[in-house]
């Protein structure tokens, strides 16, 4: 395309790698990068993990210095978007300021979904997603002794892991049957849950929050849908997220659970792509529409988009890979391991080093490892290759993995 400007609403992981990528192919055209965070774009995974904890302080997660985005002349801008001209190609921001772009990339990401219960909006009703969230809870669980934690995904027990190992009591509620049950086997699931239980987190499963408690001012616990009443002087919400996709739709552009792009990242607008925990993406590799949530789909699209804005224009087929630290133990995953009709298991549970294998119509789809890197780094290289290894291979300790690569 002409060297015109490029604007992209959002500054995660998404919109930083696309200016990024844009200059590394020599891209000379303006860049500007919309930030609508009162921070230097930043790493969001230390957020619930190593940040959480105490460990450095927001200069840390930052991706760049100021001065870097000086030297590669990309122009951040301290707006929030809040409509696209399309026909004019446009953006117009809260300021009342208008932009105008050859190309705009939406990498306007998610949001969490809020708790919609009694009291919810209570001040120690706490979420978890941007740094000034995180600054908050840093800060609050200094003086916290009991916490609940509302939602078993990802989020909700890194961040009970975390607030457990500071010493605080920790209760997670979750309404399904077992922790993480739309992100992993219940081979994975079996294992944190009695390695959350070890260290003392108290999980109740199977039940809803159905209030806050308060003494008028301050959260005193929380009230089950079982008629229970947990204790707690601090709630974290991590009952999922949104995509934000209504500027996209607002502006005319098709959205369903997310904004509908095609195999290369773009709307129904040539002008306009979208990428990232926004984008509902065409995906060969798996057959039909996704959206995923993960640093590599963000990064992996970003890189897509600006080499077709360069002239390198190809189908985004990226091999999703997810991780998440829960205290002492990493999880990693290779592939999607949805919709698998068998799970192999390679590895010693007790020593806390295995791996599950999935397989659909005896194809692998995904591996899940539990401190097991070796597997990892296997499943990334073998799936991205679309190769696989029969069930019993997997499970036989003996089989060399990396000879199935040769």
């Not at 996704?290 to 360069?310: G, H, I, K, W």
């Amino acid at each position: 395309m002409e060297q015109g400007t490029v604007l992209i609403v959002g500054a995660g992981h998404a919109g930083f790698q696309v200016a990024v990528s844009l200059r590394q192919h020599g891209y000379a055209g303006r860049i500007g990068l919309i930030n609508d965070e009162a921070h230097l774009p930043y790493q969001r995974p230390p957020l619930s993990k190593a940040y959480l904890k105490g460990t450095g302080g927001p200069d840390s997660l930052m991706f760049r210095p100021d001065k870097f985005y000086r030297d590669q002349n990309v122009e951040l801008i301290g707006e929030r978007a809040v409509a696209i001209d399309r026909a004019a190609r446009r953006l117009l921001c809260a300021s009342g300021a208008s932009l105008e772009y050859a190309h705009l990339v939406l990498a306007t990401g998610a949001r969490n979904r809020m708790l919609d219960i009694p009291n919810a909006n209570l001040p120690d009703v706490r979420y978890l997603r941007t740094l000034d969230e995180s600054d908050t809870l840093r800060q609050r669980m200094t003086s916290a002794k009991h916490v609940v934690v509302v939602g078993a995904g990802f989020i909700g027990l890194e961040f009970a892991a975390t607030a457990r190992a500071k010493g605080l009591e920790v209760d997670v509620i979750e309404l399904g049957a077992r922790v993480m049950a739309r992100a992993v086997t219940a081979e994975i699931s079996e294992f944190f849950q009695a390695r959350h239980t070890e260290a003392g987190i108290r999980l109740h499963l199977g039940v809803q929050t159905t209030s806050i408690e308060s003494d008028g001012k301050d959260v005193t616990g929380v009230s089950l849908s079982d008629g229970r009443h947990v204790p707690a002087d601090l709630v974290v919400v991590g009952v999922g997220v949104l995509p934000n996709i209504e500027l996209a739709a607002e502006a005319g552009l098709p959205v369903a659970a997310g904004i509908i792009v095609n195999e290369q990242l773009l709307t129904a607008d040539p002008n306009i792509s979208a990428i990232g925990d926004c984008a509902l993406f065409e995906s060969p590799r798996f057959g039909g529409s996704l959206r995923l949530e993960s640093v590599q789909n963000a990064t992996d699209q970003a890189r897509c988009v600006a080499a077709r804005l360069t002239g390198d224009a190809k189908t985004y087929d990226g091999l999703p890979w997810f991780w998440s630290d829960q205290g002492d133990d990493k999880l990693q995953i290779a592939g999607l391991t949805t919709g698998y009709d068998r799970v192999v298991v390679r590895g010693d549970r007790a020593q806390r080093s295995f791996s599950a294998f999935c397989y659909k119509a005896g194809q692998l789809v995904g591996i899940e490892s539990i401190n097991r890197a070796g597997d990892h780094v296997f499943g990334r290289k073998i799936l991205g290759l679309n190769r696989s290894i029969e069930p019993e291979q997997a499970a036989d300790l003996s089989f060399d993995l990396k000879a199935a690569l040769a």
